[in-house]
C-alpha cells in the first residue's frame, strides 16, 4: 500500500532543514554563486524525488509540482523564523549573511511564519484533496492572493530598502516565486466554478433587493468605504504628507511606517495602487447584481490582505523591529484595532460571497430554467 502523497511531500519538505545545515556549516557551499548553485540541485532533487512520487498516476494536475515545490520553501522559512527567535540555531547565520540578509527583519520573520504554518498547512489540504478527485479551487485562490501580495511587499522592499545595497545572487531565487503564483491564479480562474445551479426564480428575487433589505451588504459596503478612506490616509502617510493628522498619525500610532526596512512604505503604496481599486470594485459588486467574477476576486484579495497584515501587524511589535518605531504602549490597542478591521473587510466580503451567492449568480430566464427541467 503506497503512502499518500501529501504525506511524501511532508517529508521531503524536512529535508529543508538539512539543507540550511549544510549551507551554514560546509565551507565548499558558503560562496554566492555556490548558495545559488546548490539551491538550483537541491529544487532540481525535489523535482525528481515528485517525479518518482507520483509516476504510477495519471493525469497528474501541473499545479501539483508548484504546491509540492513550494512546501519545500514553506520549511525553510519556518527554520528561518524559528532561528531569528532563537527557538533554534546553527541553520541560518551564514545564508543570512550571505544570502538574503533581509531575512532577519521583523516582516521578514513574520512573512515565514505566515509560510512555514498557514501556506504549508493548505499545500498540503489541496494535495490531499488534489488526489482525492476533490475540488481545491478556492483554496488554491487564497494561497495564490496571499503569494502575489507577499512577493509585491518583500521584492520591492527589499530593494528600495536599507537592504538594498547588499542584494546577493541568491535573492534571484524570488524570481520563481514571484511568477508561479500568477501562472496558478490564471489556470484556477480558467476552470469553472462548480457552483450549485440556483433557480431563476429565486435569483431574480434575491437580485431585486435594494441595500435596504440586504442589511449585511450595507454593511459591507460602509466598511469597504472606511477601508478605502484609510488605505488613502496610510498611502499619504508615506507619501511624507504634511497634513496635521499624518504628522500625528505617523509618530503617535504607527511609527513602524517609516521604518528603514522598506516593507512598510512599500505595503502602504500596494495598498494604495491595487486593494483601494480592488475595494472600490467589490463596491460595484456590491450594489450590481450579477458580478459572478465577485466569488473569485474577493477570495484573492482576502488571501492577500489576510497575509499582509499579519506581517504589518507582527512587525510592528516585534523585538526585532527597533523600539523608536515600534507602535507606542499607549496606543497598541487603537493601531491593532484598526488594522485588524482593515484585515477583515475582505475576509467578509469573501465569506459573503460564498455563503449565499445568490446575488452574485448570472441572471437566468424562468423559460430556460423550465425548459431545462422539462428536459431532465
Same mark, same amino acid.
Given at each position: 500500500?503506497?503512502?499518500?502523497?501529501?504525506?511524501?511531500? !511532508?517529508?521531503?519538505?524536512?529535508?529543508?532543514?538539512? +539543507?540550511? %545545515? $549544510?549551507?551554514? *556549516? +560546509?565551507?565548499?557551499?558558503?560562496?554566492?554563486?555556490?548558495?545559488?548553485?546548490?539551491?538550483?540541485?537541491?529544487?532540481?532533487?525535489?523535482?525528481?524525488?515528485?517525479?518518482?512520487?507520483?509516476?504510477?498516476?495519471?493525469?497528474?494536475?501541473?499545479?501539483?509540482?508548484?504546491?509540492?515545490? !513550494?512546501?519545500?520553501?514553506?520549511?525553510?522559512?519556518?527554520? *528561518?523564523?524559528?532561528?531569528?527567535?532563537?527557538?533554534?540555531?546553527?541553520?541560518?547565520?551564514?545564508?543570512?549573511?550571505?544570502?538574503?540578509?533581509?531575512?532577519?527583519?521583523?516582516?521578514?520573520?513574520?512573512?515565514?511564519? @505566515?509560510?512555514?504554518?498557514?501556506?504549508?498547512?493548505?499545500?498540503?489540504?489541496?494535495?490531499?484533496?488534489?488526489?482525492?478527485?476533490?475540488?481545491?479551487?478556492?483554496?488554491?485562490?487564497? @494561497?495564490?492572493?496571499?503569494?502575489?501580495?507577499?512577493?509585491?511587499?518583500?521584492? #520591492?522592499?527589499?530593494?528600495?530598502?536599507?537592504?538594498?545595497?547588499?542584494?546577493?545572487?541568491?535573492?534571484?531565487?524570488?524570481?520563481?516565486?514571484?511568477?508561479?503564483?500568477? @501562472?496558478?491564479?490564471?489556470?484556477?480562474?480558467?476552470?469553472?466554478?462548480?457552483?450549485?445551479?440556483? =433557480? $431563476?426564480?429565486?435569483?431574480?428575487?434575491?437580485?431585486?433587493?435594494?441595500?435596504?433589505?440586504?442589511?449585511?451588504?450595507?454593511?459591507?459596503?460602509?466598511?469597504?468605504?472606511?477601508?478605502?478612506?484609510?488605505?488613502?490616509?496610510?498611502?499619504?502617510?508615506?507619501?511624507?504628507?504634511?497634513?496635521? $493628522?499624518?504628522?500625528? %498619525?505617523?509618530?503617535?500610532?504607527?511609527?513602524?511606517?517609516?521604518? #528603514?526596512?522598506? !516593507?512598510?512604505?512599500?505595503?502602504?503604496?500596494? %495598498?494604495?495602487?491595487?486593494?483601494?481599486?480592488?475595494?472600490?470594485?467589490?463596491?460595484?459588486?456590491?450594489?450590481?447584481?450579477?458580478?459572478?467574477?465577485?466569488?473569485?476576486?474577493?477570495?484573492?484579495?482576502?488571501?492577500?490582505?489576510?497575509?499582509?497584515? @499579519?506581517?504589518?501587524?507582527?512587525?510592528?511589535?516585534?523585538?526585532?523591529?527597533?523600539?523608536?518605531?515600534?507602535? =507606542?504602549?499607549?496606543?497598541?490597542?487603537?493601531?491593532?484595532?484598526?488594522?485588524?478591521?482593515?484585515?477583515?473587510?475582505?475576509?467578509?466580503?469573501?465569506?459573503?460571497? %460564498?455563503?449565499? =451567492?445568490?446575488?452574485?449568480?448570472?441572471?437566468?430566464?424562468?423559460?430556460?430554467? *423550465?425548459?431545462?427541467?422539462?428536459?431532465?
Amino acid at each position: 500500500m503506497r503512502p499518500p502523497t501529501e504525506l511524501c511531500v !511532508f517529508l521531503l519538505a524536512l529535508l529543508a532543514p538539512a +539543507v540550511l %545545515y $549544510a549551507i551554514n *556549516n +560546509v565551507p565548499a557551499l558558503q560562496q554566492p554563486l555556490g548558495m545559488v548553485g546548490l539551491g538550483m540541485v537541491v529544487l532540481g532533487s525535489v523535482v525528481l524525488l515528485l517525479l518518482l512520487t507520483v509516476r504510477h498516476k495519471q493525469n497528474i494536475d501541473p499545479l501539483f509540482y508548484v504546491f509540492a515545490g !513550494f512546501s519545500f520553501t514553506c520549511l525553510v522559512g519556518l527554520t *528561518n523564523a524559528l532561528e531569528q527567535d532563537g527557538f533554534i540555531q546553527g541553520f541560518m547565520g551564514f545564508y543570512l549573511k550571505m544570502g538574503e540578509p533581509h531575512l532577519s527583519t521583523a516582516y521578514s520573520v513574520l512573512m515565514c511564519y @505566515w509560510d512555514g504554518v498557514v501556506h504549508f498547512i493548505v499545500f498540503l489540504l489541496i494535495i490531499h484533496r488534489m488526489f482525492k478527485g476533490k475540488s481545491y479551487r478556492e483554496l488554491g485562490l487564497l @494561497w495564490a492572493g496571499s503569494s502575489i501580495a507577499n512577493q509585491l511587499v518583500s521584492i #520591492p522592499g527589499t530593494v528600495i530598502g536599507k537592504y538594498g545595497s547588499n542584494i546577493q545572487p541568491a535573492f534571484l531565487r524570488n524570481v520563481p516565486f514571484f511568477l508561479l503564483p500568477f @501562472w496558478a491564479a490564471s489556470l484556477l480562474l480558467s476552470r469553472p466554478q462548480g457552483m450549485a445551479i440556483i =433557480p $431563476a426564480d429565486k435569483v431574480a428575487m434575491e437580485q431585486k433587493k435594494s441595500l435596504f433589505y440586504r442589511p449585511i451588504d450595507a454593511a459591507l459596503l460602509f466598511g469597504a468605504l472606511a477601508a478605502m478612506a484609510f488605505t488613502v490616509f496610510r498611502g499619504f502617510v508615506v507619501l511624507d504628507c504634511s497634513l496635521d $493628522a499624518c504628522f500625528t %498619525y505617523i509618530y503617535q500610532y504607527e511609527p513602524y511606517l517609516k521604518d #528603514p526596512v522598506g !516593507f512598510p512604505r512599500v505595503m502602504m503604496l500596494v %495598498y494604495l495602487f491595487y486593494a483601494l481599486p480592488l475595494l472600490a470594485v467589490c463596491l460595484y459588486g456590491l450594489s450590481r447584481p450579477g458580478c459572478i467574477w465577485m466569488l473569485d476576486w474577493t477570495l484573492l484579495f482576502a488571501g492577500a490582505v489576510t497575509q499582509t497584515q @499579519w506581517c504589518h501587524i507582527g512587525a510592528s511589535l516585534h523585538s526585532r523591529t527597533a523600539y523608536t518605531y515600534r507602535v =507606542p504602549a499607549e496606543n497598541w490597542r487603537t493601531v491593532v484595532i484598526l488594522n485588524v478591521l482593515y484585515a477583515a473587510i475582505p475576509i467578509l466580503l469573501a465569506l459573503r460571497c %460564498y455563503a449565499n =451567492p445568490t446575488y452574485f449568480m448570472k441572471p437566468v430566464t424562468k423559460g430556460q430554467t *423550465n425548459a431545462e427541467k422539462k428536459k431532465n
